[in-house]
């Protein structure tokens, strides 16, 4: 075809010299000949790409020379997460007592002086059983599950704006503090540490499970589930956005002692 384009416009160059018709058929051929090479290109292009789907290896052995290999602190500063049995614990220690004063200082202009929380900032305690009621609120205490979400959050991410700063003692004493304010611990005494951590339960753990759909739902699965005409009766509306709503109106939210 790239033949055939060829000599059609040597044929008309030929014929250029003055003549509109012919010069318009030299334009034409000439926007012909960029379209064919830029097919070509983009052709080249596919082929180039679908070569590298089918041979991966091929493409990941190639270097970009983009960044580096993160080290092996670096990969430490971001691996700190915390699991509920007790996993990735840092060593360290602290008191009620000693967190007190690190949690005014740090914590309490944005959660409150006892976990109330200030302006919008999450509370951190109350809500005891209120979980059943039309505004429950989700407290550590009244509704979290696992202690290690407590500290892995505080290490990872607190004090706003300044995440990381403390230290691992600091880090258990605020820790042991808001505990305290949950009356999860009740001691001003009481010690929290890498080695007793494991000891400490929430009081809703128990109203967390583990995923169970495949047992607990397994009569509801249909091979071929029901596409059109699937309710035995007409859909009818039980209840509206603002009859159930969670969100309190002014004034009624619970208090929190």
């Given at each position: 075809?790239?033949?055939?384009l060829d ?27 960029r379209s064919?090479?830029?097919a ?6 596919i082929?180039?790409?679908v070569?590298?789907?089918a041979?991966p290896?091929?493409?990941s ?35 009620v007592?000693d ?9 309490a ?10 302006g919008?900032?999450?509370i ?13 609120v989700?407290?550590?205490g009244s509704?979290w ?9 505080i290490?990872r991410?607190?004090p706003f704006?300044?995440?990381?700063t403390l ?38 753990e ?11 739902e397994?009569?509801f699965?249909r ?11 007409p ?23």
């Amino acid at each position: 075809m790239s033949k055939c384009l060829d000599r059609s416009l040597s044929a008309a160059r030929l014929r250029e010299g003055g003549d509109p018709e012919s010069r318009t058929l030299v334009s034409r051929l000439r926007g012909n000949e960029r379209s064919l090479s830029r097919a070509v290109l983009l052709a080249a292009g596919i082929a180039v790409g679908v070569a590298a789907l089918a041979s991966p290896a091929l493409a990941s052995e190639k270097k970009l020379n983009i960044g580096s290999a993160a080290t092996a602190e670096e990969i430490a500063g971001w691996d700190i997460d915390i699991r509920p049995d007790g996993h990735g614990l840092p060593v360290g220690r602290g008191t009620v007592k000693d967190g007190e004063p690190l949690y005014v200082e740090r914590c309490a202009a944005c959660h409150g002086e006892f976990g109330e929380s200030a302006g919008r900032w999450p509370i951190l305690s109350g809500g005891n059983n209120t979980l059943a009621s039309h505004d429950p609120v989700k407290s550590i205490g009244s509704y979290w599950p696992y202690a290690s979400t407590v500290i892995d959050y505080i290490r990872r991410a607190m004090p706003f704006g300044a995440s990381q700063t403390l230290t691992n003692d600091e880090l258990y004493a605020i820790t042991a503090y808001v505990l305290f304010l949950n009356d999860i611990i009740t001691s001003e005494d009481f010690e929290l540490s890498d080695k007793n951590f494991r000891t400490i339960k929430l009081p809703n753990e128990g109203n967390f499970f583990e995923d169970d759909r495949e047992v607990a739902e397994k009569a509801f699965w249909r091979k071929d589930p029901c596409m059109s005409n699937c309710m035995p009766d007409p859909a009818a509306i039980t209840g509206r956005a603002r009859v159930i709503d969670v969100t309190p109106e002014p004034g009624q939210a619970p208090k929190v002692e």
